[in-house]
């Protein structure tokens, strides 16, 4: 079992820029969710994808966007990038039954650095 | 509004040591917390998970607590080597908005040897 897989590992943009990030969730698993991490905080909730839809959505512009795919695998799509959006951007994954987030398995992360 | 912290921020202690680290919460309608561990400029690795229902959990030399009434859950970290050195983070889903996780900031441990 690979668990929990991130690319790229790193990444460098330019303010204005796009960037798409990739996650592929442990085997079966049906639920991605993301959050965003910056230096020296904890994880924030950026939003969670369940059936391919958007299930919930944490405090975050509409900059950000997101993609569940039907092999549950996700994408994270941030538009015009600010300074502010440099962090760490962890996906994590879980079954979602029930309506109830049951223990989520993390990712490595992508390093995004804006300048 | 759920609100997590965690005290100390850093920890500093000599190898061998037994130590014990603090999380708090606001509310206390959870299903779970979960407390984590993070290496530098690394993902997370979860290290135990307690439902609502139980008082606390085992894994090895680690121990985690919960007292829902009181908003708080220890981490307690037996014979402590250079190797627990991480930051550690709890974190609590909470019953109102089920699908995400509400963090602490971290505690940052240091083992010396």
């Known amino acids: 079992d690979a668990g929990v897989t991130q690319s790229p590992t790193h990444l460098i943009k330019t303010r204005g820029q796009q960037v798409t990030l990739r996650c592929s969730p442990k085997?079966?698993?049906?639920?991605v969710s993301w959050y965003q991490q910056a230096l020296g905080q904890g994880p924030q909730f950026i939003f969670q994808y369940y059936e391919e839809e958007e299930r919930q959505r944490g405090n975050f512009p509409d900059r950000f966007s997101g993609h569940q795919f039907p092999n549950y695998s996700s994408e994270l799509n941030v538009n015009a990038l600010l300074l502010g959006d440099s962090a760490l951007y962890l996906c994590?994954?879980?079954?979602?039954?029930?309506?109830?987030?049951?223990?989520?398995?993390f990712g490595p992360g992508t390093r995004l650095t804006v300048t | 509004k759920q609100e997590v912290t965690q005290i100390p921020a850093a920890l500093s202690v000599p190898e061998g040591e037994n130590l014990v680290l603090n999380c708090s919460f606001t509310d206390s309608a959870i299903y779970n917390l979960q407390w984590f561990r993070q290496d530098p400029g690394k993902g997370l690795t979860s290290l135990l998970l307690i439902q609502s229902s139980q008082r606390e959990q085992t894994s090895g030399r680690l121990n985690a607590s919960l007292d829902k009434s009181s908003g708080r859950s220890t981490l307690y970290i037996a014979a402590s080597q250079p190797g627990d050195s991480a930051t550690y983070l709890c974190?609590?889903?909470?019953?109102?908005?089920?699908?995400?996780?509400?963090w602490g900031a971290g505690t940052k441990l240091i083992i010396k040897p």
């Open positions: 994590a994954s879980s079954l979602g039954l029930a309506g109830r987030l049951y223990e989520q398995y």
């Open positions: 974190a609590v889903a909470p019953r109102d908005s089920n699908y995400q996780l509400i």
């Open positions: 085997s079966g698993h049906d639920t």
